[in-house]
């Protein structure tokens, strides 16, 4: 079954970090374009960043709001992808998603979605 | 305020058709594949369309998806009151260097 669960999400004070995992499962995860996508309550869908496959460099690219706070990694013998986040804000309160494409569709079209995992930032 | 644009929200009758636009510009939709999504209340996000107008396995073919230019759109025939949700389009942005989703339509059957 193809699959990735997040997991790490909590409450943090505003100017905390925070580090969010995600395991994938059932699909070649070191091919994948993996990103992290958030919500905030009600809201709809926003992009953090991305890292690319090594064999694509590896490189990453964020989201405006949160370059230079967030860093995402990977480590494709554990098939897990990371998101440390720091000086965390209130508006970065979100459910986090890990998502990517499972090869089937595309490197840019994102087939495979967790369930999230919920940040809270409030002191 | 998203880069890519879409309307608030739609509505239609069970059995109807709708269409979901989404509008971008020459360095997002205009050079890049177009993607939906559709999230049911209190779910994940699912792929709907992909590559403007494939569809994931399992996707029934009441939805379809195509592009002109620098929009796109979403169709959605013979509703039915399961596809009650909001629905997404996703493209990339070169000048941004960034994945970019529309803000979002919900829709009411």
């Known amino acids: 079954e193809v699959q990735v669960v997040e997991s790490g999400g909590g409450l943090v004070k505003p100017g905390g970090s925070l580090r969010l995992s995600c395991t994938a499962s059932?699909?070649?995860?070191?091919?994948?374009?993996m990103s992290w996508v958030r919500q905030a309550p009600g809201k709809g869908l926003e992009w953090v960043g991305r890292i690319k496959s090594k064999t694509d460099g590896g490189t990453t690219d964020y989201a405006a709001p949160v370059k230079g706070r967030f860093t995402i990694s990977r480590d494709d013998s554990q098939n897990a992808l990371y998101l440390q986040m720091n000086s965390l804000k209130t508006e970065d309160a979100a459910v986090y998603y890990c998502?990517?494409?499972?090869?089937?569709?595309?490197?840019?079209?994102?087939?495979?979605w967790g369930r999230g995992t919920m940040v809270t930032v409030s002191s | 305020q998203s880069v890519l644009t879409q309307p608030p929200s739609v509505s239609g009758a069970p059995g109807q058709r709708v269409t979901i636009s989404c509008t971008g510009s020459s360095s997002n939709i205009g050079a890049y594949d177009v993607h939906w999504y559709q999230q049911l209340p209190g779910t994940a996000p699912k792929l709907l369309i992909y590559g403007n107008r494939n569809r994931p396995s399992g996707v029934p073919d009441r939805f379809s998806g195509s592009k002109s230019g620098t929009s796109a759109s979403l169709a959605i025939t013979g509703l039915q009151t399961e596809d009650e949700a909001d629905y997404y389009c996703?493209?990339?942005?070169?000048?941004?260097?960034?994945?970019?989703f529309g803000g979002g339509t919900k829709l009411t059957v």
């Open positions: 998502i990517g494409p499972s090869g089937a569709t595309g490197l840019n079209a994102f087939d495979v």
């Open positions: 059932g699909f070649t995860f070191r091919n994948a374009w």
């Open positions: 996703q493209s990339y942005d070169s000048s941004l260097r960034a994945v970019v």
